[in-house]
T-cell receptor, first 111, second 116 residues
Framework: AQSVSQHNHHVILSEAASLELGCNYS??????LFWYVQYPGQHLQLLLK????DPLVKGIKGFEAEFIKSKFSFNLRKPSVQWSDTAEYFC?????????WGAGTKLIIKP | DTGVSQDPRHKITKRGQNVTFRCDPI?????LYWYRQTLGQGPEFLTY????????KSRLLSDRFSAERPKGSFSTLEIQRTEQGDSAMYLC??????????????FGAGTRLSVL
C-alpha cells in the first residue's frame, strides 16, 4: 500500500530563513503529488502539484517543490519565509482517486 | 472560499447517539470524497463518490458509518451509535474527474465531532 512520510513534525524558523520540508512516498509507479497548506483556523488549500513534465514545480506564495523520482521524494522549498507562512503543511499522493497523506509538518515562523 | 461547504462546523454528542453531516461540493464537480483527520495526523480516506455512485470505501468505514449522495450533488455522512473513538475532524472534498483530467481535490472547512 502507498504511504507518505514527512520527516519533521515541527519546524521553527525565523523570518527570512530558507525552508525545506521533506516528503517521501512509497509507490514506484506513476504518481501525482501534492502539497497542501492549512493556515490556522482555515481549510486545506492546494499549494502546488506535480503530474508530469518539469520536475521543479512552482506554487502559490513563492513555494516550489522538486520531484526526484530516484529518491521517491517531493520536497517543498521556499527561499525566504515570512511570518504569514506559519501553518501546517501536508504532502499527499494520488492513489486510485483517493489521496494518501503524510502526517503533516507544523511550521512556526518567529517574527 | 473553496466552494465546498460543510455543515455543521462543530458537533458535540453523547456516546451512542447518531449524527449526520452534510457536504455541498463545488457545483460542477462530479466527484466527492470524505476523509477523517485526528490530531497530529494527516487526513485518512473514508469513501468516494462519482456522481451518485459510491465507488470506494475504506476499511476504516465500519458498519456504523454510511454515506450517501442521492442526486449526485450534496452528500451526507451518518455515524450510528457514536463512540469516543469517532471524535475527529470529518473533511469533505470535491473534484472534477474524468478521463485525461487532473484530479485536484478542493476541501471544505470540515465538521469537528466530539463524542462525550
Amino acid at each position: 500500500a502507498q504511504s507518505v512520510s514527512q520527516h519533521n513534525h515541527h519546524v521553527i524558523l525565523s523570518e527570512a530563513a530558507s525552508l525545506e520540508l521533506g516528503c517521501n512516498y512509497s509507490y514506484g509507479g506513476t504518481v501525482n503529488l501534492f502539497w497542501y497548506v492549512q493556515y490556522p483556523g482555515q481549510h486545506l488549500q492546494l499549494l502546488l502539484k506535480y503530474f508530469s513534465g518539469d520536475p521543479l514545480v512552482k506554487g502559490i506564495k513563492g513555494f516550489e517543490a522538486e520531484f526526484i523520482k530516484s529518491k521517491f521524494s517531493f520536497n517543498l522549498r521556499k527561499p525566504s519565509v515570512q511570518w504569514s507562512d506559519t501553518a501546517e503543511y501536508f504532502c499527499a499522493v494520488d492513489s486510485n482517486y483517493q489521496l494518501i497523506w503524510g502526517a503533516g509538518t507544523k511550521l512556526i515562523i518567529k517574527p | 472560499d473553496t466552494g465546498v461547504s460543510q455543515d455543521p462546523r462543530h458537533k458535540i454528542t453523547k456516546r451512542g447517539q447518531n449524527v449526520t453531516f452534510r457536504c455541498d461540493p463545488i457545483s460542477e464537480h462530479n466527484r466527492l470524497y470524505w476523509y477523517r483527520q485526528t490530531l497530529g495526523q494527516g487526513p485518512e480516506f473514508l469513501t468516494y463518490f462519482q456522481n451518485e455512485a459510491q465507488l470506494e470505501k475504506s476499511r476504516l468505514l465500519s458498519d456504523r458509518f454510511s454515506a450517501e449522495r442521492p442526486k449526485g450533488s450534496f452528500s451526507t455522512l451518518e455515524i450510528q451509535r457514536t463512540e469516543q473513538g469517532d471524535s475527529a475532524m470529518y473533511l469533505c472534498a470535491s473534484s472534477l474527474g474524468g478521463r485525461g483530467r487532473v484530479n485536484i481535490q478542493y476541501f471544505g472547512a470540515g465538521t469537528r465531532l466530539s463524542v462525550l
